[in-house]
């Protein structure tokens, strides 16, 4: 059976991207928001440092100085007008919560505080300069906890645990001619409590789905991180940008990869090797432990290569707080230090803390422009069809994000979608109308999953994502060759071949989170290709993709945005220019 509503707005995601659009969008329009897990459960929940922005409440600050570390940090590879409204709105973004009420920490005289991160420097690159805000290291659920009570206040309707699996748009938009209309119509969701299909017809559409870390195996993003929302808009006919550049954070505990945040080196802590040396003095002598994270977690890699590492296996190296005063750690960083007690047994205040790099963040993904429009080439965008947050790729983050810089960004652009989407609502009559059959493409993926129960000898859902995960890890990491990556490529084209006769076991209309696990594969399946490929085809390093075939950024041959697409003969890839307003590429030295 399937149900069919209809909205003006309809937001798929309730992370900090989705609530903080649905803020605006529900006060100009009918909105829902569409999410898979109750909203104070999405991962801008697990944010932990800070959010960046100039406010110069403890140190001189500026916009501008933001804008140049954030395009420096990005490696070039990110559009400057993007990165002039992500600095200039960023003053704005913060007071905007705080007014609804984000409870940050407190200088002494009541101003927001402010604490070091990594990359964010005074005066392009002087020194580190305190910039980003943040309640203790919870920064992500004060601020989710934050827009969701707003949303409640403003009556917001939320379907929670709706899966949205599809996208309907009027026409293919890779056979739709350049310059030619094509709109977006609506989405179809499943509903696990109950199994249903739904379908969503709306005049705009937001995608606010969040990240894809759960390509990897070692990886600080949550179980839900399966990239649904990139996944959705690819089967679309839709291109993903920059997917080949995956964010590795430094600071994961080693052998877990949960997160402990960069704040810790921006109250102070020190990365050391396994002789003590404090040896990111040798790889960035200005700004040292706050160097942008590819740097920082290249350094830890060539450390453990050189035999520098850690432990038993030497694969480690270890973050020492241990010269911050107990008081001072219990007050800025509670909850990764009993991270760090829980998982490793370790005390943070008598012993540094074994930590390696960790899947953490895609830069790539569904590309926009500045208002969150989302395109479906390198110039056409689709009507009423928005994209925001770590899903979107706009791009502020270019080859590398700065840390506090996505808080920012889902904040900043999630807003601006939540305006345009609403105000294009507005001025269209109707959305247009639903095919026939809208919901046929989901009813027969998940009636071809449920039959599946029955088959013998048929593949493992935890097998093949074992295997991708571990290929992914292994091949695709810090260090990138042509050879890893075509070991990933065989993997992958393998789990993708052996996918289709997949069994699951559930066969229930309740709860059947089997079902969505199965096609959550599915999504993963198909990003890890896009990664793979564009990392392979691009042969140069820039942040965070460095290939040590190429160990050096071409802005002559690479200076270009991949746009990645799906066809029937594999990925197909384009590239498109990066927008350069101000600052020309210089050597990356810090
Ligand atoms: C441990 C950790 C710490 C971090 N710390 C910081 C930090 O200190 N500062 C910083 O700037 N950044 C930090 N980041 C990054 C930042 O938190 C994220 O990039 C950002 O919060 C993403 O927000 P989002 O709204 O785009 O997505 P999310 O918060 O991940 O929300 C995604 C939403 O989409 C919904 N969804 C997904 N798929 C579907 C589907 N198929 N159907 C329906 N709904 C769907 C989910 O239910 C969820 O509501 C951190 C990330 C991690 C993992």
Known sequence: MTTTHEYDVVIVGAGGAGMRAALESSQRARTAVLTKLYPTRSHTGAAQGGMAAALSNV????????????????????????????????????????????????????????????????????????????????????????????????EVEFYNEYYVLDLLLTEDPQAAAAGGEVAVAGVVAYELATGEIHTFRAKSVIFATGGAGKIFKTTSNAHTLTGDGMGIALRAGLPLEDMEFFQFHPTGLAGLGILLSEAARGEGAILRNSTGERFMERYAPTIKDLAPRDMVSRAMWTEVREGRGCGPHKDYV????????????????????????????????????????TAHYAMGGIPTNVTGQVLRNNTDTINGLYAAGECACVSVHGANRLGTNSLLDINVFGRRAGIAAAEYALATEAAPELPADAAAAVAGLVETLRKTTSVTGAESVAVLRRELQETMDRNVQVFRTAETLAEATAVIASVKERYASIAIHDRGQKYNTDLLEAIELGFLIDLAQLVVAGALAREESRGGHYREDFPTRDD?????????????????????????????PMERKY
């Open 59 to 154: 140190e001189d600050d500026n916009a501008e100085w933001h804008m140049f570390d954030t395009i420096k940090g990005g490696d070039y590879l990110v559009d400057q007008d993007a990165a002039e409204i992500l600095c200039n709105e960023a003053v704005d973004a913060v007071l905007d919560l705080e007014k609804m009420g984000l409870p940050f920490n407190r200088t002494e005289d009541g101003h927001i505080d402010q604490r070091r991160f990594g990359g964010h420097t005074r005066n392009h690159g002087e020194a580190p300069v305190r910039r980003a805000c943040y309640a203790a290291d919870r920064t992500g659920h004060m601020i989710l906890q934050t827009l969701y009570q707003q949303c409640v206040k403003q």
């Open 318 to 357: 270890l973050l020492d707080l241990t010269h911050l005063e107990p008081a001072h750690i219990d007050a800025k960083l509670p909850d990764i230090t009993e991270f760090a007690r829980t998982y490793l047994g370790i005390e943070p205040y008598t012993d540094p803390i074994p930590v390696f790099p």
């Open 556 to 584: 002559a041959g690479f200076m270009k945005h991949t746009m990645a697409y799906a066809t029937a003969d594999g990925v197909r890839l384009d590239y498109k220019p990066v927008v350069v307003t101000r600052y020309p």
